[in-house]
C-alpha cells in the first residue's frame, strides 16, 4: 500500500504543496532543522492519525496560522488509488478516508502500516519500563483491532480504580478488581504470546550483527505464579486483594499489567547495563526490524519503513549490515544528512529530495 504523494497547507514549515513519493524508496536529504522529519512525520500522521513527536496536534501548525491539513494519496491492494484526508481547525480533528469521516483512529489500522526508526526508540531498550511496554502494546496495535479496544477498556478501568482510591470511596474496588483481572489476564496473554514470538526474531538479528549470541526478551508480568502457570481469575484476584490496603496508603494500583516488565537478558542477567552506546543503540533498531519481520508474519503484509537519522551513531561497517538485514517493505523513506554516504545505500530507482528550509527539489 504505498504511498503516492502527500499534499500540505500550513502543516509545521513545509510548502504548501504537493510532494511526490511514488517510488519504492525515498531519501530527504538536508541540514537539520530543514523539514526532513516533518516529512516522515506527515507520512506517519497519515498512516495512525496522529505525530510520534507530539501529543498536541496545534503544535503542528505553522507558525502564524491557526489550522493546517494533509492529503495523502496511497495504493490499495486491488490497485486502485485511495486518500487520505486530515484537518485540523478550531482545536478539531477530522479524519476522512475516501471522502468518509472515520470516527475513530483505530479505523485507519492496515490502511497504510509504518514502522518508525527514530532516535527516541532508544528508550524502549534503555528507557523506563512504561516506554518497553509501551512498544509491545504498539507491536499489537498495528494488526489488531481487539487489542486497541482491550487496552483502551483496561486503562480506563484503572483510571477509575485510582480515582476511588485516591477518594476513598472503596465501594466500587470488588467491582473494578473483577474488571480489571479480566481484562488484564487478557493482556498479559497477548503480550507474553508477542514477545514469545519477538524472540525467535529479535535474537538472531542481534547477533548476526554484533556476534553476542544469547540476547532476548525476557516478559516478567506483574501477577505470575511461582509456577509459572497461567494466571486465572481466582489468582488476579487474590494479588489485587493482598495488594489492597498498600493501594490505599499509596492511593494507586499496585499490580496489574500497567506494572508489567520488560528486561533484555543473556545469560540469565540484565544485558543493558553492562552494554556499550553502540551495543544499546542497535538493540534499539533491531526492535524496530523484529517489529516489521513481526507484523509481516502475522498480516503477510509489508510495512512501510520510516527511518529518522537512525544510522548517525553507528559505524560504517554497522550501518551496511543494518541495511542488509532491513525486512521486505512495501516503501522506504529515509532522511540523511548532506555528509553521509547515502549513495551507498540508494538503488538505480531510489528517489532523493533536497530539502531547505521547508521546500524540496528533486535531485536526480
Not at 474496588?173 to 473483577?178: A, G, V
Not at 542488509?324 to 512495501?330: H, M, N, S
Request: proline letters at 3%; one cysteine or more; aromatic letters at 10%.
Amino acid at each position: 500500500m504505498p504511498v503516492l504523494s502527500v499534499s500540505y497547507v500550513n502543516y509545521r514549515n513545509l510548502e504548501n504543496k504537493t510532494i511526490d513519493l511514488l517510488s519504492k524508496e525515498v531519501y530527504f536529504v538536508g541540514e537539520n532543522g530543514q523539514g526532513k522529519s516533518n516529512l516522515l512525520e506527515s507520512i506517519y500522521f497519515s498512516a495512525y492519525g496522529n505525530s510520534f513527536r507530539t501529543r498536541s496536534d496545534a503544535e503542528i501548525v505553522r507558525e502564524g496560522e491557526k489550522s493546517f491539513s494533509v492529503k495523502t494519496l496511497y495504493r490499495e491492494e486491488n490497485g486502485n488509488t485511495a486518500s487520505l484526508f486530515f484537518t485540523y481547525e478550531n482545536q478539531k480533528k477530522r479524519i476522512e478516508k475516501n471522502g468518509k469521516t472515520i470516527k475513530d483512529r483505530k479505523e485507519l489500522i492496515n490502511t497504510m502500516p509504518c514502522v518508525l526508526f527514530c532516535h527516541d526508540d532508544l528508550d524502549y531498550a534503555t528507557g523506563e519500563p512504561e516506554k518497553k511496554r509501551f512498544f509491545i502494546d504498539q507491536c499489537l496495535s498495528m494488526y489488531d483491532v481487539l487489542y486497541i479496544d482491550l487496552n483502551r477498556r483496561y486503562k480506563k478501568i484503572l483510571k477509575s480504580r485510582n480515582i476511588s482510591l485516591k477518594e476513598k470511596k472503596y465501594e466500587m474496588l470488588d467491582i473494578f478488581d473483577q474488571q480489571l483481572a479480566q481484562d488484564g489476564i487478557e493482556i498479559q496473554k497477548k503480550r507474553s504470546a508477542t514477545i514469545f514470538k519477538f524472540n525467535q526474531i529479535f535474537g538472531k538479528l542481534y547477533e548476526q550483527i554484533t556476534g553476542i549470541d544469547g540476547v532476548s526478551i525476557k516478559y516478567v508480568p506483574s501477577w505470575r505464579t511461582e509456577e509459572n502457570q497461567p494466571v486465572t481469575m481466582d489468582f488476579a484476584l487474590s494479588v489485587l486483594a493482598q495488594k489492597r490496603e498498600m493501594d490505599k496508603v499509596i492511593q494507586t494500583t499496585m499490580s496489574g499489567p500497567h506494572r508489567d516488565r520488560i528486561v533484555f537478558v543473556r545469560g540469565g542477567k540484565n544485558f543493558v547495563p553492562n552494554a556499550s552506546t553502540g551495543q544499546r543503540r542497535l538493540l534499539a533498531i533491531l526492535l524496530r526490524i523484529a517489529q516489521a519481520i513481526y507484523y509481516t508474519q502475522v498480516t503477510e503484509k509489508n510495512p512501510i519503513l520510516l527511518m529518522d537519522d537512525v544510522m548517525l551513531e553507528l559505524d560504517p561497517d554497522k550501518r551496511q549490515s543494518v541495511t542488509t538485514l532491513l525486512p521486505a517493505y512495501d516503501q522506504l523513506f529515509c532522511t540523511f544528512l548532506p555528509g553521509e554516504p547515502y549513495e551507498r545505500y540508494k538503488k538505480s530507482t531510489t528517489k532523493i529530495y533536497g530539502i531547505d528550509g521547508g521546500k524540496w527539489e528533486l535531485k536526480n
